[in-house]
């Protein structure tokens, strides 16, 4: 049986020690296991509560990271209970000396604090490939003891025949309620279809217009009516409009005061309650544009003047205090086809993103691009720290770098955004408030 059998393995884990799993987690992936991350797997604006339930339930392996942090979490705790409650295979991975809980000491499990990052990913994937390829076996016999205690002291937790044949039919059931669900699906399909193929043929005549064809956006200024150049008064002396070419396409943003951002810069919300809106609130000060989230799923979105398109640039942001519960996002391509969204998770990860629209909840696994961990990010648990976005995109070609990091360079084919705006985008979840601070954005093209 190979290690990438899809049997999901969720990983549990403090806060605290939440770069260490994303790294750990960006491993196991590339080592090709399905492994179940709530940084990585929860879709966009879901409830994290239930889909982390959602996961527990539909996991087969459960991995949790023991420091002092995780095993005093009472959200841990739930999660170990009942992962253990309902014969889960247990993997427990030990970052920091700590005591381990009971009910984890009889489980075979990793010991990080006696090796390298690299050796106990070795270990890692050893034992996870071992409880992938175990059908109904025990995983409860302990190789390396915990906190003094031998293995041959503690009672092995072995299987039922009863229990096994249980999980057995209940995969049955599952399996056959997904066929049936398939086949009544395939007949209201095929009725729907039916209806509209007859709807079409009697309507056509009557509703069918030509197809709308989108003019293209000037950028001249526009030319006098025939009114003005066939009066016989003499023209009065206008100001002469400035052409859109005029408008700065490569500068350093300075923040130099409310009034000019506002002018330069529009902001829009995604997935927006208009009551929550309000909970958006941002002030230029210090040379830097202060940005509050006060409430829960709150996406605001800054984009640059709309009449400067680019299909080649480079957005550079310095952006403090971000924190394990905060996003911020740069956007290129924007446009009425989508956009490219590069979002940098304040627990040191990133996600780079295609979205279709602003009234979309879509930007689930099958619209991500690339994804994974940070090296070298700097958090801000204790205090306020920098760190340097770079993102790049010429037509479809995207890259990425934080704090002088290649993350990514790839050439993006499945979805076409040859150019568009250039933004920024900062997001609240469930944890609030936020406060981020934006130093400075450079805009280059080259």
Same mark, same amino acid.
């Given at each position: 049986?190979?290690?990438?059998?899809?049997?999901?393995?969720? !990983?549990?884990?403090?806060?605290?020690?939440?770069?260490?799993?994303?790294?750990?987690?960006?491993?196991?992936?590339?080592?090709?296991?399905?492994?179940?991350?709530?940084?990585?797997?929860?879709?966009?604006?879901?409830?994290?509560?239930?889909?982390?339930?959602?996961?527990?339930?539909?996991?087969? !392996?459960?991995?949790?990271?023991?420091?002092?942090?995780?095993?005093?979490?009472?959200?841990?705790?739930?999660?170990?209970?009942?992962?253990?409650?309902?014969?889960?295979?247990?993997?427990?991975?030990?970052?920091?000396?700590?005591?381990?809980?009971?009910?984890?000491?009889?489980?075979?499990?990793?010991?990080?604090?006696?090796?390298?990052? +690299?050796?106990?990913?070795?270990?890692?994937?050893?034992?996870?490939?071992?409880?992938?390829?175990? *059908?109904?076996?025990?995983?409860?016999?302990?190789?390396?003891?915990?906190?003094?205690?031998?293995?041959?002291?503690?009672?092995?937790?072995?299987?039922?025949?009863?229990?096994?044949?249980?999980?057995?039919?209940?995969?049955?059931?599952?399996?056959?309620?997904?066929?049936?669900?398939?086949?009544?699906?395939?007949? !209201?399909?095929?009725?729907?279809?039916?209806?509209?193929?007859?709807?079409?043929? &009697?309507?056509?005549?009557?509703?069918?217009?030509?197809?709308?064809?989108?003019?293209?956006?000037?950028?001249?200024?526009?030319?006098?009516?025939? !009114?003005?150049?066939?009066?016989?008064?003499?023209?009065?002396?206008?100001?002469?409009?400035?052409?859109?070419?005029?408008?700065?396409?490569?500068? *350093?943003?300075?923040?130099?005061?409310?009034?000019?951002?506002?002018?330069?810069?529009?902001?829009?919300?995604?997935?927006?309650?208009? +009551?929550?809106?309000?909970?958006?609130?941002?002030? &230029?000060?210090?040379?830097?544009?202060?940005?509050?989230?006060?409430?829960?799923?709150?996406?605001?979105?800054?984009?640059?003047?709309?009449?400067?398109?680019?299909?080649?640039?480079?957005?550079?942001?310095?952006?403090?205090?971000?924190?394990?519960?905060?996003?911020?996002?740069?956007?290129?391509?924007?446009?009425?086809?989508?956009?490219?969204?590069?979002?940098?998770?304040?627990?040191?990860?990133?996600?780079?993103?295609?979205?279709?629209?602003?009234?979309?909840?879509?930007?689930?696994?099958?619209?991500?691009?690339?994804?994974?961990?940070?090296?070298?990010?700097?958090?801000?648990?204790? *205090?306020?720290?920098?760190? *340097?976005?770079?993102?790049?995109?010429d037509k479809n070609n995207l890259t990425l770098f934080v704090n002088g990091s290649e993350l990514m360079k790839h050439v993006q084919s499945r979805f076409v955004l040859e150019q568009g705006q250039i933004g920024i985008a900062i997001r609240s979840y469930e944890n609030y408030p936020i406060h981020l601070i934006v130093e400075s954005i450079k805009v280059n093209e080259p």
């Open positions: 049986m190979s290690p990438a059998k899809p049997l999901q393995t969720f !990983i549990s884990y403090s806060r605290v020690n939440q770069q260490f799993a994303i790294r750990l987690a960006c491993e196991l992936k590339s080592a090709g296991f399905c492994v179940w991350m709530d940084q990585f797997d929860i879709p966009t604006g879901a409830r994290w509560d239930e889909e982390i339930e959602k996961a527990l339930k539909e996991c087969q !392996i459960f991995l949790f990271i023991m420091t002092p942090a995780s095993i005093t979490s009472q959200n841990a705790k739930d999660e170990v209970g009942y992962a253990i409650d309902h014969g889960k295979h247990v993997l427990p991975v030990l970052l920091e000396p700590c005591e381990v809980p009971l009910r984890l000491r009889r489980f075979q499990y990793v010991d990080f604090t006696r090796k390298s990052f +690299k050796e106990g990913i070795e270990s890692a994937t050893k034992l996870l490939s071992k409880l992938v390829n175990e *059908t109904g076996t025990s995983v409860s016999e302990t190789a390396e003891p915990v906190s003094g205690i031998s293995a041959g002291n503690e009672p092995r937790t072995v299987p039922t025949v009863k229990g096994a044949a249980a999980h057995r039919i209940q995969l049955a059931s599952r399996r056959e309620g997904k066929f049936t669900s398939k086949l009544i699906t395939a007949g !209201i399909g095929l009725g729907i279809v039916g209806v509209l193929i007859v709807a079409t043929i &009697i309507l056509r005549p009557l509703v069918f217009t030509p197809p709308y064809s989108p003019s293209p956006i000037p950028t001249t200024e526009p030319a006098r009516s025939r !009114i003005q150049t066939e009066t016989a008064e003499p023209p009065t002396p206008t100001i002469p409009v400035m052409p859109t070419t005029a408008v700065l396409r490569s500068f *350093t943003e300075d923040f130099y005061s409310y009034e000019q951002w506002e002018m330069d810069w529009t902001l829009l919300f995604r997935h927006g309650d208009p +009551k929550k809106e309000s909970n958006f609130k941002y002030a &230029i000060a210090d040379g830097n544009l202060i940005v509050d989230l006060t409430n829960e799923f709150v996406w605001g979105y800054f984009l640059y003047n709309p009449s400067v398109i680019f299909n080649n640039i480079e957005l550079e942001v310095v952006v403090a205090n971000l924190r394990s519960t905060d996003t911020f996002g740069l956007i290129c391509q924007f446009s009425d086809r989508g956009w490219y969204e590069f979002d940098i998770n304040g627990g040191g990860s990133f996600r780079a993103r295609y979205v279709d629209t602003m009234d979309s909840s879509r930007d689930e696994d099958r619209y991500i691009i690339d994804y994974g961990y940070i090296p070298g990010f700097k958090d801000s648990y204790a *205090t306020p720290r920098e760190n *340097t976005i770079r993102a790049g995109c």
